[in-house]
């Protein structure tokens, strides 16, 4: 815990979080990007090995 003022009279116990460093967080491979023309033709795969459902297109 760290001393922090509050803004509402003395300076308080406030728990602080604590981050890790980017050198420290895990790589997460986001994948490829999902464009339009995969959403409303059904190319988005799912993770049991197929693809998703074609989206209605709203406008």
């Known amino acids: 815990m760290k001393l922090q003022p509050t803004g509402r009279g003395p300076v308080q116990l406030i728990?602080?979080?604590v981050t890790r460093?980017?050198?420290e967080a895990p790589v997460i491979d986001?994948?490829?990007?999902?464009t339009?023309?995969?959403i409303v033709n059904g190319n988005?795969?799912?993770s049991r090995?197929?693809?998703m459902a074609p989206a209605d297109?709203?406008?």
């Open 15 to 17: 728990p602080m979080l």
């Open 44 to 46: 988005i795969p799912d």
């Open 49 to 51: 090995g197929g693809t």
């Open 57 to 59: 297109q709203i406008r």
């Open 21 to 23: 460093s980017m050198a």
């Open 30 to 34: 986001p994948g490829l990007p999902v």
């Open 36 to 38: 339009h023309d995969d």
